[in-house]
């Protein structure tokens, strides 16, 4: 069984869950799908290893500034000094709950990220 939540849960999962009542084949089935997803996920990380393993790509470290914006109700953000690759400039911007009117209300936080092309 796949799920996934907290221990208070359990007796109540257990009791509702309906793997332990499928047949063999269809147990299989479920495996085989969990096995291909795998897979998929192992084949995406493979490729982003081989891909960072060549010899023409260069590390640049980059170091973010608060900033605020200047709305009527600020908002925080963060920024990079630009930065020069591929002959072209760049700023990175992070966002921290960018889609959430106040994320200091929320638990739950994410980074946002905005690569923008400075140069023409």
């Known amino acids: 069984c796949p799920w996934q939540g907290p221990y208070h849960e359990l007796t109540v ?3 509702e869950c309906t793997h332990p009542t ?3 084949n269809e147990l299989m089935e479920i495996l085989d799908e969990m096995d291909q997803t795998r897979k998929k996920e192992m084949q995406l990380y493979n490729s982003i290893f081989s891909l960072l393993s060549f010899e023409k790509i260069g590390y640049t470290e980059v170091q973010f500034r608060p900033y605020r914006t200047d709305d009527f109700i600020t ?7 630009r930065l020069t690759v591929l002959n072209q400039t760049w700023v990175l911007k992070a ?3 960018d889609s959430e009117r106040n994320p200091n209300l929320s638990c739950k936080r994410t980074l946002s990220f905005q690569l923008i092309l400075k140069s023409k």
């Open 22 to 24: 499928k047949t063999g």
């Open 13 to 15: 999962h257990e009791a």
């Open 75 to 81: 908002r925080l953000y963060y920024e990079t000094p």
């Open 95 to 97: 966002r921290v709950n």
